[in-house]
């Protein structure tokens, strides 16, 4: 084990090849030599690369990372882009203590936009390389796809972040399924959007209507709430999706409005036959 004092190499860019075979570049620059005791940091190059505050009080051989920084307060590596090279100066910060490992952007206002706290669970975020995000998957089979393992947790987006309080979750999905959206949900219905248009006859509607059967029931994941509706294996075609397991609100809407108005026309016409009865017979009186 070697020992090369970083005050000695501040002012030599030079390249360190480690036995395993890798090529480092490293400029240490004289304001990074004292720690923040005062003691001098020094460089240790055996079969790794290793920078401390003090010589390594384990065995060379238990240091198998390629690179091995230690520190007794958040461990730090730095990535400065100067302007030399005609490029706007940045710099971040790789750190990480006992709160968590981070990102730090320095040159941003000290913004630290990725925390991840010790403990955190394998494969909470997952990014394949087809471009899919996974949390809590490695096989995310959409662009996002989130997995929650912790059967009571729910799914929250919230509109402030020190409020916890039901009025800003606006949006929640619960673990059996429920959602509420704080607010009007709108779903697209332009005309543009579609094609294949067509009027729904009032026939069609009328025989749709009559194979409807209206339930009570309750979800087997909140057997407690009790809820009106249909059976999606039961509704006719008309309604119907092609796995039959889902319904879609707006097609009951749209077939129920079109009863509904072949009715008010049954109303109307009723109404005027009515009308015509009437005088009729008022006429007669009047005889």
Do not use: C
């Not at 520190?71 to 750190?95: V, Y």
């Not at 999706?241 to 109303?267: G, H, N, S």
């Amino acid at each position: 084990m070697t020992s090369t004092s970083i005050k000695q190499v501040a002012l030599i860019p030079r390249y360190f090849k480690a036995v395993t075979g890798l090529t480092l570049s490293l400029l240490l620059l004289a304001n990074t030599v004292n720690a923040s005791d005062g003691r001098e940091a020094s460089l240790y190059q055996d079969n790794n690369l290793r920078i401390a505050d003090d010589p390594p009080q384990a065995a060379p051989s238990l240091f198998t990372d390629d690179i091995y920084i230690t520190k007794g307060n958040t461990p730090t590596l730095r990535l400065d882009q100067d302007s030399t090279s005609g490029f706007t100066p940045q710099t971040w910060e790789l750190a990480g203590n006992e709160v968590s490992f981070f990102i730090r952007d320095i040159t941003g206002g000290d913004t630290s936009p990725f925390r991840i706290q010790p403990s955190a669970p394998s494969n909470t975020l997952y990014l394949r390389n087809n471009g899919n995000i996974g949390f809590g998957t490695t096989l995310p089979q959409a662009s996002l796809h989130i997995v929650e393992t912790n059967a009571s947790e729910d799914f929250l987006i919230i509109a402030e972040a020190t409020n916890t309080s039901p009025e800003s979750q606006v949006f929640k999905v619960e673990p059996s399924g429920d959602t509420t959206i704080l607010g009007n949900l709108d779903v697209g219905s332009s005309r543009n959007l579609k094609q294949n248009i067509e009027e729904i006859s009032g026939k069609d509607a009328l025989e749709a209507l009559d194979e409807l059967n209206p339930v009570h029931f309750s979800y087997r994941a909140t057997p407690d709430v009790h809820s009106l509706g249909f059976i999606a294996e039961d509704v006719p075609e008309i309604v119907a999706t092609d796995d039959r397991r889902t319904l879609r609100p707006m097609d009951l809407v749209a077939l129920l409005t079109k009863v509904t108005q072949e009715q008010q026309k049954t109303i109307e016409d009723l109404s005027a036959q009515l009308n015509h009865l009437q005088n009729v017979v008022k006429n007669q009186q009047d005889l």
